[in-house]
């Protein structure tokens, strides 16, 4: 972001949590993931490519360096 953002290129990571997909069902039950966030579930794919599509979109054109958490608030236990 820092030698990017001269030439009006923004940066930012998105960091999903667990995410509901059938490769890892098996390893969201055996650890419980659901229960780590306080909505009780993990992201939905469209959830998480919703907040990609918002951060390519004209409305972020000023969010560069940062990274977006998307775990449902799992981390504030």
Known sequence: ALHLGPHNI??????????????VRDVI????AR???PLG????PEEV??????LASEGA???TGAIVDINGAS???
């Open 41 to 44: 579930r993990v992201a939905r």
């Open 29 to 32: 039950e055996k650890t419980g």
């Open 61 to 63: 054109e000023y969010l």
């Open 10 to 23: 923004f940066v930012m990571a998105v960091a999903p949590g667990f995410v509901e997909t059938e490769r």
């Open 35 to 37: 229960q780590q966030s």
């Open 49 to 54: 490519a919703t907040t990609i599509l918002f």
């Open 75 to 77: 981390y504030l236990r």
